[in-house]
């Protein structure tokens, strides 16, 4: 064995398997003093990240997780690591693309101990990931080739949403957002729609897929609840995973990017909603608390949620008057794959109950932000 690798091969022993502040020190140490052992430490932080591929981990979840239990030198640590491995892995498909697309190699700046205190601490946190469920990669399933025939109508689509939920989440009228909203979520109907009538006229052989999305404090209950909400409006099933921060959502390709960016966007809008709310309850009289916020939050997911539905539903009666033919076949189909697919990745799934609602005002005036853009009359929620 080299001086090199021994270095690096002693720092480990000392400090990987412990989780001592004593330990770190001894490793950092032995790495700091050692110039010539760079090369083999980076080389060894790239099969750490190869290891949690192997995991069932993706770029987006590792980078994740990094900044949710270190900090930003972890972060772009280990960004620098994916992208120097993804040098040498090969293509895995346009959303894993998408993934290492949004990070930065830009090394942190500081002392030789304080880098590798870092770096012992990362890969410390890459060492114990637990395994999770496989996503398949995107481009690769039984669904790529449909896929990517239909790449430039779904980019011309994703980009009438993105620019109607830019539009909701800029304007100061809640009312407008909420209408915005709306629209979008009836162009992605529309769409799904479209492309099961697609799928069904060529035979096509669609599958499921699932991709993770982050679910981040606080309020993290309330966050999950509203995208499930989103999820179930659109043909798919959110799964929390309350441990990890994120929930996986099962659905056809087509839905799950709309999926992510409708929720991302009713998340702005919902929390400036919460932020105006508690503003004029603390111009009352009343001080901040933690449980009126949560309560909005769970308010306007339960109220979203349902809102949301009722445009898709209106949308599949729209686009059965305009085909002449009867959808619910088509989309009962879909349905059962979904929900198969998601069996098979979450066999022991089990239901949550929502915490911490216990604010009648925060309930109430979380449900009356949801509520602004009624697509038709309804009781009011109690």
């Given at each position: 064995m080299s001086s090199t690798s021994s270095t690096v091969e002693r720092a480990f022993e000392a400090a990987l398997y412990a989780d001592s502040d004593a330990a770190l020190d001894t490793g950092a140490s032995l790495l700091a003093a050692d110039s010539a052992a760079d090369p083999e430490l980076a080389r060894r932080g790239e099969e750490f990240v190869a290891g949690a591929w192997r995991r069932g981990w993706q770029p987006a979840d590792v980078v994740r997780f990094v900044r949710r239990e270190l900090e930003d030198i972890h972060v772009r640590l280990v960004s620098a690591l994916v992208l120097a491995q993804a040098k040498d892995d090969g293509p895995r498909g346009p959303r894993w693309a998408a993934q290492l697309a949004e990070l930065t190699a830009e090394p942190p700046r500081t002392d030789r101990f304080s880098h590798a205190t870092a770096v012992l601490e990362l890969y410390r946190l890459l060492l114990r990931l637990p395994s999770i469920e496989p996503l398949d990669a995107p481009g690769t399933g039984p669904q790529a080739s449909h896929t990517s025939q239909a790449s430039h109508q779904d980019s011309r689509m994703l980009g009438r949403i993105r620019a109607l939920l830019a539009k909701a989440e800029a304007t100061g009228f809640p009312e407008e957002a909420e209408a915005l909203s709306a629209k979008a979520q009836e162009l992605m109907a529309r769409h799904s729609i479209d492309e099961a009538l697609l799928a069904a006229r060529t035979h096509a052989k669609d599958a499921p897929g699932a991709c993770r999305i982050g679910i981040d404090a606080p309020y993290e209950t309330a966050k999950a609840v509203l995208l499930d909400a989103v999820a179930g409006a659109n043909r798919g099933r959110a799964v929390w995973n309350e441990a990890l921060g994120f929930s996986t959502v099962v659905g056809f390709e087509a839905d799950l990017e709309a999926v992510e960016l409708l929720y991302t966007s009713l998340l702005v809008q919902a929390t400036a909603a919460m932020t105006k709310a508690?503003?004029?309850?603390?111009?009352?009289?009343?001080?901040?608390?933690?449980?009126?916020?949560?309560?909005?939050?769970?308010?306007?997911?339960?109220?979203?949620?349902?809102?949301?539905?009722?445009?898709?539903?209106?949308?599949?009666?729209?686009?059965?008057?305009?085909?002449?033919?009867?959808?619910?076949?088509?989309?009962?189909?879909?349905d059962v794959a979904v929900a198969d697919h998601m069996e098979q990745m979450f066999p022991d799934t089990v239901t949550t109950r929502v915490r911490g609602v216990t604010d009648a005002a925060g309930w109430e005036q979380g449900a009356a932000a949801a509520d602004r853009a009624q697509v038709r009359a309804r009781p009011p929620l109690r």
């Open positions: 508690e503003a004029q309850q603390r111009a009352g009289g009343r001080k901040r608390t933690k449980t009126f916020r949560q309560s909005f939050l769970a308010a306007y997911a339960h109220r979203i949620g349902d809102r949301l539905a009722e445009v898709a539903e209106a949308q599949v009666g729209a686009s059965q008057g305009e085909s002449g033919r009867d959808l619910l076949p088509v989309l009962a189909a879909r």
